[in-house]
């Protein structure tokens, strides 16, 4: 089994929809807890960062972390054609060098 | 602003040729990491290293190797190219100090092994 399972898609949805993305863990020493970004031929970016449970948002984007169930969620509000990429879940923990990354959704927003 | 760049785009390369693919950061990062990324598979860990002169494996080392001369570049060498690493590789600099450890990543390098 992975240490990080995330559903490689790929998902369509119409401009303006709101996406749900996920990843699970069995790792329950990670701590932090991130989604990138990447454009087709790009490097990934970092999209939002979270230490621990909770939720986190900015703009149009909020992270959740359930620590008990070891899922983790991205939403995209009002999504848009400019969102399709394929987003990455990575965690990490406390001390560690090594980020693992879930091996990405393929998200397609359609106008 | 984090900035990571990598020597190529696009390489094309022989089976048995001796590659180098060089990353350099520009933000006093500690930590850097070369990763290839193939459809499926998502990212894995070729090697990484802590500091100056320092090297871990990772996740898949066998057929590759780096070095780390400067704090800033940090290179990785495929000894003899073969066809089974044509992939996108990826190199990320981090940093554990000053509260947001989160990596960055350069534009990665599309290499393909004929």
């Known amino acids: 089994q992975k240490e990080v399972e995330q559903d490689p898609g790929p998902l369509s949805v119409p401009e303006g929809a709101i996406v749900s993305l996920n990843c699970t863990y069995s790792n329950s020493a990670f701590q932090y807890f991130m989604w990138y970004r990447q454009y087709s031929r790009k490097g990934p970016e970092l999209l939002m960062y979270?230490?621990?449970?909770g939720n986190k948002e900015d703009g149009r984007f909020t992270a959740q972390v359930d620590k008990s169930s070891k899922y983790i969620s991205l939403f995209i509000r009002d999504s848009q054609p400019s969102d399709s990429a394929t987003y990455l879940c990575?965690?990490?923990?406390?001390?560690?060098?090594?980020?693992?990354f879930g091996a990405g959704t393929r998200l397609f927003v359609k106008a | 602003d984090v900035k990571v760049t990598q020597s190529s785009r696009y390489l094309v390369k022989r089976t048995g040729e001796k590659v180098f693919l060089e990353c350099v950061q520009d933000m006093d990062h500690e930590n850097m990491f070369w990763y290839r990324q193939d459809p499926g598979l998502g990212l894995r860990l070729i090697y990484f290293?802590?500091?100056?002169?320092?090297?871990e494996k990772g996740d898949i080392p066998e057929g590759y190797s780096v070095s780390r001369e400067k704090k800033e570049r940090f290179s990785l060498i495929l000894e003899s190219a073969s066809t089974n690493q044509t992939s996108m590789y990826l190199c990320a600099s981090d940093s554990r100090t000053g509260g947001r450890d989160t990596q960055y990543f350069g534009p990665g390098t599309r290499l393909t092994v004929l």
């Open positions: 979270t230490y621990s449970s």
């Open positions: 290293s802590y500091d100056v002169k320092m090297k």
């Open positions: 990575a965690m990490r923990d406390t001390g560690g060098f090594k980020t693992i």
